[in-house]
């Protein structure tokens, strides 16, 4: 069974910058595209970017280019969201998904919290 399992979030002061992971399970990674999104609190889930299944290919949402990286290690299974220069605005609960064939999987997502 397919299986999305995110880390790396908490609180985190302006300016951090963690690395967020996606650990993936139940389905060939290698094979697919994954995506990160993010939900902030009372807005609509955004995305934030995409990295194709080799890993040689990235898209980012306009307004995350330039703070945000997306990453994949296909031997372990993991995406990364390495995460700059945060601002109190980028507290959301961050989700990796897949889309396998016409079923899209969600992670539970990790909560990050900007603040002082």
């Known amino acids: 069974q397919v299986q999305l399992v995110e880390s790396g979030g908490g609180l985190v002061q302006p300016g951090g910058s963690p690395r967020l992971s996606c650990a993936a399970s139940?389905?060939?990674?290698?094979?697919?595209?994954m995506t990160w999104y993010r939900q902030a609190p009372g807005k609509e889930r955004e995305l934030v970017a995409g990295?194709?299944?080799?890993?040689?290919?990235?898209n980012y949402a306009d307004s995350m280019k330039g703070r945000f990286t997306i990453s994949r290690d296909n031997t372990k299974n993991t995406v990364y969201l390495q995460v700059n220069s945060l601002k109190p605005e980028d507290t959301a609960v961050y989700c990796c998904?897949?889309?396998?064939?016409?079923?899209?999987?969600w992670g539970q997502g990790t909560q990050v919290t900007v603040s002082s």
């Open positions: 998904n897949v889309r396998l064939g016409g079923e899209t999987y």
């Open positions: 139940g389905f060939t990674f290698s094979s697919f595209t």
């Open positions: 990295i194709a299944p080799a890993g040689t290919s990235t």
